[in-house]
């Protein structure tokens, strides 16, 4: 398994897909961040905030919610090439008259999905911190609270790298959800564009259709895994534990989260592995 | 195939394989066996069957009907033990095109088992790859795609050697070199190679026995030398003048088995190493001959003659 894990790596990281989408998102970083710095930096808030609240984890904030809106695009179209590119090529043929069952193969070419979704969200995650940090220094990161309206919460610049690496990675698990439908989808077609941008058009369209205001529409959206994609705005602390005065932990909502992304992971690998395992490789 | 030959182990087994894709029937009720040992044809038109026949017996596509055995296991139920040790290379090769020859093969192998890299050099010399294995395949010409694709089927040595038209694309020198290539690999080193092939002259050269197949069916089987013997005979136009006292002289010639007279010369069914003799001959007998043309048949004619015109 490992071998094939490696393999699967070999292939995908000598491929050029990833490495464009690295730099595209890298790009729309150094734009989305920028713009968000000066607009902070200009702004006049209602509330007084003492010293400059530019530093590390504001842009690593910022940017975590600017590229929230790309990332999952992105990472459909690497996944969606995984399986699909193979079938396109026919190296499928070549490869599954190998010995080694089909449900290993899919695995491994999985797990290189997994890696890479994660080191999307961690390459983010790393350069917007560090060069934030680098640039503008430490400092804390105020917070919204979720109780009045204008009052803020203050956390101190390690518990903001933590919290944000904790959103960063639930955005991660609603990346990798949406990665998953891609790459399972290339167990149906034989090419390496067709899963991506049917992924790509599902995900779209129950994003606008989530967005309507109709009351049905209330119903399904929290059942409907392109709406786990805005969760990681969740997962900042917006209170204070009244006993201990520390900030308040978002259990419910991380639970809730990677528990229904899981689900739909579930579902969607099940559906790619079962037809992988089973159809006509005739490419 | 002799008695000693028939006690040899079935390698590969087809047992009424049957593909139906919707309503055309690809592969129609097909039974075959092969012995260890043998280089097996399977001769076909384009079309006939052979790559879908192919991907059956190795579990890419599952048969509609019927069981496929690949050294001594199911490939339905046992399929990664059933491939432990075959090697083989599926219509035209594909390879990941953006690696180079070598980490391709270096890849496909070793998930077969161990490969060293002396057993790499190996099989880059026989194929004749040496030097360019650090390039792209995607830089690589047809050619060296198909002999990249016979050293991933070689690596690592394989019992069983499943080639489905190992010569397509390659240029007279290099169809020559995969035949030889072939005839080695099962007589100096035991591999049993089953091998399909639209070119009947091809199977005549390399294989011992043949299975013929046309249109998703089994035409007929056996060993080649009998099957093909009479595809085997050769032909030659003869253009003379006197043509009846010329069928006369010809027909006396040693190695010529029958004799048609046309208008403007004959047409002789001879053994092909006579016909200087037959040529000489007819010149010693004061015929003017002013053509002597080797005719070829085709693989159509072949199957009117073994399918005794049954083809519409
Ligand atoms: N994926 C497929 N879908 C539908 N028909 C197919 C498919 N693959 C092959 N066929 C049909 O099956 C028949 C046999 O094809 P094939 O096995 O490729 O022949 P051969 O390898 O002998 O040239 C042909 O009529 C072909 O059109
Ligand atoms: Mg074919």
């Known amino acids: 398994m490992i071998l094939l894990v490696r393999h699967e790596l070999t292939k995908f990281y000598r491929r050029f897909t990833p490495y464009v989408i690295y730099a595209v998102i890298l790009c729309f970083k150094q734009g989305g961040g920028h713009h968000f710095a000066r607009a902070a930096g200009r702004g006049a808030p209602d509330y007084e905030v003492v010293g400059s609240p530019l530093n590390g984890v504001f842009l690593c904030n910022m940017v975590l919610v600017s590229i929230a809106l790309l990332l999952p695009y992105m990472a459909l179209v690497a996944a969606g090439e995984v399986l699909g590119v193979e079938g396109s090529v026919g190296t499928l043929r070549t490869l599954l008259v190998r010995p080694r069952s089909r449900s290993a193969i899919w695995f491994a070419k999985f797990i290189t999905v997994l890696i890479y979704t994660l080191s999307l969200c961690a390459l983010m995650y790393v350069t917007s911190l560090g060069l934030g940090t680098l640039v503008f220094g430490r400092g804390p990161l105020w917070q919204p609270t979720a109780l009045e309206q204008g009052s803020m919460v203050m956390l101190t610049f390690g518990e903001a790298t933590r919290y944000l690496a904790l959103s960063y990675a639930v955005l991660g698990a609603a990346v990798f959800t949406t990665a998953t439908l891609a790459f399972c989808l290339g167990s149906f077609f034989d090419s390496g564009l067709a899963p991506g941008f049917t992924a790509l058009a599902i995900v779209i369209t129950l994003q606008i259709v989530t967005n309507l205001q109709f009351d049905w529409v209330a119903t399904i959206k929290p059942y409907c895994f392109t709406s786990y994609l805005s969760d990681f705005t969740k997962m900042m602390p917006t209170e204070f534990d009244p006993v201990t005065n520390a900030l308040k932990f978002p259990r419910e909502a991380l639970l809730h989260t990677l528990r229904a992304c899981g689900i739909y992971i579930a579902v969607f690998a099940a559906i790619g592995l079962g037809r992988f395992v089973r159809r006509d490789v005739t490419c | ?312």
């Open chain 2, 1 to 312: 195939m002799s008695e000693a030959e028939a006690a040899r182990p079935v390698v590969l087994e087809a047992r009424a394989l049957t593909k139906d894709y919707g309503r055309r029937r690809a592969v129609d009720t097909l039974d075959l066996r092969v012995h260890a040992g043998h280089v097996y044809g399977f001769l076909g038109p384009n079309g006939a069957g052979k790559s879908t026949t192919i991907r059956m017996l190795l579990g890419l596509i599952r048969p509609t009907e019927g069981e496929a055995y690949v050294l001594g296991e199911s490939i339905r139920r046992r399929r990664v033990q059933a491939l432990r040790h075959v090697g083989a290379q599926v219509e035209t090769p594909a390879f990941y095109g953006y690696l180079s020859g070598l980490r391709n093969l270096r890849m496909l192998a070793s998930l077969s088992g161990r490969v060293t890299p002396d057993d790499l050099d190996e099989v880059l010399e026989r194929v004749k790859l040496r030097g360019r294995e650090h390039d792209k395949v995607r830089t690589y010409s047809q050619g060296m795609r198909m002999r990249l694709g016979l050293a991933q089927a070689l690596l690592p040595r394989p019992q069983l050697l499943v080639l489905d038209e190992p010569t397509n694309g390659l240029d007279p020198q290099g169809m020559k070199e995969v035949r030889d290539l072939v005839r080695s690999l099962a007589h100096d080193e035991g591999i049993t190679v089953f091998l399909s092939s639209h070119l009947l002259g091809e199977v005549q050269q390399v294989c011992d026995r043949v299975a013929v197949i046309d249109r998703g069916r089994l035409v007929a089987e056996g060993d080649v030398a009998t099957l093909l013997a009479d595809a085997a005979a050769g032909q030659a136009r003869v253009g003379c003048d006197r043509v009846d006292e010329a069928a006369a002289v010809a027909g006396g010639v040693e190695g010529v088995t029958a004799v048609r007279t046309l208008e403007d010369g004959l047409e002789v069914d001879l053994d092909p190493n006579r016909a200087a003799d037959l040529n000489a001959a007819l010149v010693a007998a004061g015929i003017r001959v002013h053509e002597l043309t080797p005719v070829r048949r085709s693989l159509e004619e072949f199957f009117l003659a073994i399918t005794g015109g049954t083809r519409p």
